[in-house]
Each structure stands twice: as C-alpha cells, then as structure tokens.
C-alpha cells in the first residue's frame, strides 16, 4: 500500500499504512537466532509451548499480579526492551490462529494473557479465534514511532518540518563546536563500557537489566554482527565514546534497538547526534522503514510518523476470567470517557 503524505503533516502526528508485506519483518518473534538465543538464556521462565504455537503467539512467561484485589496468573511477553517492538506473525490463516489459541487455553494456570502488539489484519484474527473459544477479549491502540516513506536521508530530511530541521542543524553544530567525532563500528566492549556507565547513574528500580540480561545483549550483539545485521553509531569525544546508537537489519526493515549517552556530555546533544546518524545510514542503505520498536517521547524529536498497533488481552473461560475482563474493560471506558472531547 503505497503511502501518502504532505511535508506539513510531519508537523504534528501522522499515522501511517505499510505494506502488509513490512509488518512480518517488524516481528522478532520471526528471527531465529533471537529467539534461539532467548531460549539459551531465559529459557527456564518461558511458557512451555508448542513450536508451531510459538511461531504464531510468540513466547511469553508467567507472572502474578493483583487486580481489584484477586490474585491473578498471567502470561506476558517476556522482558527486554526488545519486547517494545514485538509484532505477531501476520502471515497465518484464522484456523491456525484458533488452533494456536486452543492450547493456550488447555494449558490452564492463568487468568489473562497478555498479547504482543499485532497488525490490524492480526488482530482480527486473534480476536476471532478468541471469541470462538469463549475467551473475553480487550483491545488496546498501540502507536509505534517509525520513519517510513523515505527512498534517501535527503528526502526525509526536506520533509522535515522547519522546526525539526532546525533543531537537526543546531546537533550537528553542537558537535563541530564541541570537537566529537563519529565512527560507525563500535565494538561490543565499548558498547558495554558505555551501558555500564549509564546504567550506574539509574537507581535499582529503573535498571532491569540484570547480569543475565548482559550476557544475553552481548551474545545478541555479536550474533547480529557475524551475520552481517548489525550497525552502530559511536560519538567520540577524543578517545572517549560519549553516546552510541545500535541497530540491527530484518531484510529491509531496519530496527532501532537502543541508544546510551554519557551524562557528562548531555549538553553537547551526543545520543542526538547518533542517532540522527543512524537514521540517515538506515535511510541510504534504503531501509523500507525505521521501526524506533517503541513510542517514547524523545522519539518525536526525529519523526512525527507513527505506525499504530494493537495489543490484545485475552481472558480465560469461566466466572473469573470474565469478572476479571468487566474489571479492566471498566476501567478502560472511564479513561476514555475521560479523554473524549467534550461538545
């Protein structure tokens, strides 16, 4: 599906179509060596469900919360920025979406299920098999920031808004008047040497990246580059790397994977300037589209384009799974009561 838009719009946010061809490629829940290497090092947490199931849901693991009070089992995708960016197959028929969602629901153990993000196409199927299997279903809009449409950086820079191309040339000033330097092949020492330092400035509660967590980050980072998937961004301040951007390749689809930037060097805009450079060589490398697997707020700075997805939680059979469900969808009628504009 060809897409269609006017330089004026980047302005504030514009949804996006993609070709349906795209949304597979968003999906790691599709790349096998992720998923062997989640497997090796998050394996005893993950649901234990058959291969054709995973391939379709995704893999998830179990988690206990409480809503309204109740004790409640769920299964959730599993952990890692990553996760921001999971995307279902779209390429299975409905029958195997209500095989898949079969024996979820035998598995038992659990009162919700939390779905990854979905395209629209798949979203109908999965609320489809769901309903036939007398599973209550929620459905939840989900934006993703991407930059798409794009055949060039010079393209995508002229349909940049007056405000944004001027902030992009404030960046690049800020790094000829602070003497940084760029370099495109970061190693995975000096990616880490660079995580590590950011993550002792965040307290226990915000980092979630534990020592396991590193050693799958550092076995994924060099899976990607012996496949000849990943690109880095690294800004150098002398021989100090002061901020990086990484990145990884799905056929054309290019995903960003996550940017760090050493505090000291915050005014000079550092992680600005990477991944403003990592967008331009995701550009002229003729990236389809630039999946930011996410929706976080810095992310406006560089596009104003957002791709939206759904998120579907599912509700096992019986009185607590659909006392559970009017729970939830309750709440979620008031917060749209809430923001709905008032006549």
């Excluded at 490629?25 to 992720?34: E, I, R, V």
């Excluded at 996550?258 to 403003?276: C, F, M, N, R, V």
């Excluded at 939680?313 to 917060?335: C, E, N, T, Y």
Aim: one cysteine or more; charged letters at 25%; aromatic letters at 12%.
């Amino acid at each position: 599906m060809k897409q269609v838009f006017s330089p004026v719009a980047l302005e504030g946010e514009q949804p996006v179509l993609i070709d349906p061809s795209l949304w597979p490629l968003l999906n790691l829940t599709g790349d096998p060596t992720y998923l062997a290497l989640r497997r090796q090092h998050y394996g005893h947490s993950i649901v234990d469900l058959a291969a054709d199931t995973g391939k379709i849901l995704g893999y998830f693991q179990r988690g206990r919360s409480k809503i309204g009070g109740i004790p409640t089992d769920f299964v959730e995708p599993l952990v890692g920025w990553e996760a921001h960016g999971w995307l279902g197959c779209d390429r299975w028929d409905t029958t195997e979406w209500q095989k898949a969602l079969a024996e979820l629901r035998a598995l038992g153990q659990w009162n919700i299920f939390h779905s990854l993000y979905h395209s629209p196409q798949e979203t109908e199927r999965l609320n489809h098999g769901a309903r036939s299997l007398g599973m209550p279903v929620i459905n939840r809009n989900t934006p993703l920031r991407v930059v798409h449409g794009f055949n060039s950086w010079d393209e995508y820079y002229r349909a940049l808004s007056k405000t944004k191309r001027d902030r992009y040339k404030k960046t690049m000033n800020s790094q000829r008047k602070n003497d940084l330097r760029v370099t495109f092949d970061v190693s995975t020492e000096q990616i880490q040497d660079l995580y590590q330092r950011r993550v002792l400035r965040m307290n226990a509660a915000d980092n979630a990246k534990d020592a396991r967590y590193q050693r799958f980050l550092q076995a994924w980072i060099e899976a990607l580059r012996a496949e000849n998937r990943l690109e880095t961004v690294g800004v150098w301040h002398g021989d100090k790397l002061v901020a990086m951007a990484v990145g990884f390749w799905r056929d054309r689809a290019f995903l960003f994977n996550y940017t760090a930037y050493d505090q000291e060097y915050q005014t000079a805009s550092p992680g600005s300037i990477a991944i403003y450079k990592i967008i331009e060589t995701a550009l002229n490398k003729n990236a389809r589209i630039f999946s930011f697997m996410g929706n976080y707020a810095y992310e406006k700075l560089y596009s104003s384009q957002i791709l939206m997805a759904h998120r579907v939680d599912l509700f096992a059979p019986g009185l607590k799974g659909r006392f559970l469900h009017g729970i939830l969808k309750f709440k979620q009628d008031k917060q749209a009561e809430m923001i709905a504009p008032r006549c």
